[in-house]
């Protein structure tokens, strides 16, 4: 819809609809680039909701720090890793889970990029750091108006107020009001399924013995494993777990100074009947058991204290909608998981909405000195977003997939991952 405005109080702003990693990243990147902005978050505080569990940080980071204040780049580790006191170890490896033998290692330290494994509390708190949010405001709806000639966005929230800027950008993530208004109800729900795969996730703090068994046996940082009741069965249950926290205080204590985390996860087409807290971890024992997960994951699970709580997770994917290829000329654009929403099973979603963020950031400041026009800013962004977005919702779809298959084809997969592995080290 055009509505045509005098209205003074438009102004250039650059308007971020959610203030979660892609959004608070981009504002970062705008205000180390000298670009206004102002960031809008439904959410009341920064701590509304639990952010409760870890990321891995990788690819992205390259980009982060090549566009944002490198001072403050310079804390993330020591701000938002797992473990303050070593920030960057973040080994990860592939577990058997039916021997509870490690199989595959990854170790961080070859990588040529950094690697941080974050506590996502801690990395959003330090992505706030200096950024101004409005919280409160939950976006009901957008409209485009003309005003001296060119175009504007005129924003519309829930508790009636309006703002006014140059561009609209939509980091509102998996159930984005700003991509379903763009692309329209009808292909934002046909682009948009529910995997049948359930998790459940629960985090506890464990002594240091237990500690070092987990680390000299499997890994520093964070491990996965798949197990199968018998060799026949179709599918597998799956296991991740990782460090969540690492607190010395807790050691003076009860010695209790390590938080872990597990998630874990089967398929299964019903609705669950599991509703407490009891309930949702009395069936993650059910699974271990029926699965015969053994070791140090089976443990993990199995010794989860009675009063823990557990949480329930759904695996929502999303492409972005074939649409966008040709959809071009109002000042509104996608970022992170409102326009490419992939299973957390390859770790690497927020990644993506990272440098998104960076991409259309570093797009919008060259909008601002007057190097490029808004509307070539968002097509060279989207024709390198859009492929890899929906490359990286196929890859992460195919790791659900995989993690949960029989035993044979997960061995296949680790097998042909050795090969690959052994192939790369050859060549180098
Ligand atoms: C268990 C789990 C583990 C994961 N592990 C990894 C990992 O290891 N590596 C990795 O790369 N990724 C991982 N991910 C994925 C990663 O967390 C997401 O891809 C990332 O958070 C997406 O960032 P975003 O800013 O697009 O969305 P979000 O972080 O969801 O932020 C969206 C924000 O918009 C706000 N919002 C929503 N609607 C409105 C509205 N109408 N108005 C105003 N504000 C609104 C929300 O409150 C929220 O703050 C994991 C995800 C899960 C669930």
């Not at 909008?367 to 492929?387: C, F, H, N, R």
Request: aromatic share 8%.
């Amino acid at each position: 819809m055009v509505v045509t405005t005098t209205s003074s109080s438009t102004n250039n702003n650059v308007l971020i609809i959610g203030g979660g990693l892609a959004g608070l990243a981009l504002a970062n990147v705008l205000k180390y680039q000298g670009v206004p902005y102002k960031v809008f978050e439904r959410d009341a505080s920064p701590d509304n909701r639990s952010q409760g569990f870890s990321l891995s940080m990788h690819f992205c980071l390259e980009a982060l720090k090549s566009s944002m204040d490198p001072v403050k780049y310079a804390t993330l580790g020591e701000k938002s890793a797992v473990d303050r006191d070593y920030p960057n170890r973040a080994d990860a490896c592939l577990v058997d889970g039916n021997t509870g033998e490690r199989l595959f290692m990854f170790p961080s330290e070859s990588s040529s990029h950094d690697v941080f494994r974050v506590n996502r509390e801690r990395f959003r708190n330090w992505l706030l750091e200096d950024i101004d949010v409005e919280w409160n405001k939950r976006i009901d709806h957008y409209t485009i108006i003309t005003h001296n000639g060119g175009r504007k966005v005129k924003v519309t929230f829930t508790d009636g107020t309006v703002e006014y800027g140059s561009v609209l950008v939509g980091a509102d993530g998996v159930n984005s009001q700003v991509y379903r208004q763009l692309i329209g109800s009808e292909a934002y729900d046909q682009s948009t399924s529910v995997n049948p795969v359930k998790i459940l996730n629960g985090s506890y703090w464990i002594d240091s013995t237990f500690r070092r068994e987990i680390e000299n046996t499997l890994s520093y940082s964070h491990m996965m494993g798949s197990a199968c009741a018998n060799e026949d069965a179709s599918h597998s249950i799956c296991l991740f777990v990782s460090l969540l926290d690492h607190d010395p205080a807790r050691k003076e204590q009860e010695d209790k100074p390590y938080e872990m985390l597990w998630s874990i996860s089967s398929v299964d087409q019903e609705e669950p009947n599991y509703e407490t807290d009891h309930e949702k971890l009395k069936q993650a024992k059910d699974w271990i058991h029926q699965s015969g997960f053994k070791g140090l994951l089976r443990r993990l699970v199995l010794e989860t204290p009675e009063d823990t709580k557990v949480t329930a997770l759904q695996v929502v994917e999303r492409s972005p909608h074939p649409k966008m290829d040709t959809l071009r000329g109002d000042p509104v654009v996608l970022i992170g998981d409102s326009i490419h929403k992939m299973s957390q099973f390859r770790g690497i979603a927020g990644n993506h909405a990272i440098l998104d963020a960076c991409l259309l950031g570093m797009e919008l400041t060259r909008v601002y000195k007057g190097d490029t026009s808004l509307d070539q800013a968002i097509d060279t962004y989207y024709k390198e977003m859009l492929p890899r977005g929906r490359n990286a919702v196929e890859e992460s779809h195919q790791a659900v997939e995989i993690m949960h298959a029989s035993r044979a084809q997960i061995n296949g997969f680790i097998y042909a991952m050795a090969n690959k592995a052994t192939d790369k080290q050859e060549k180098n």
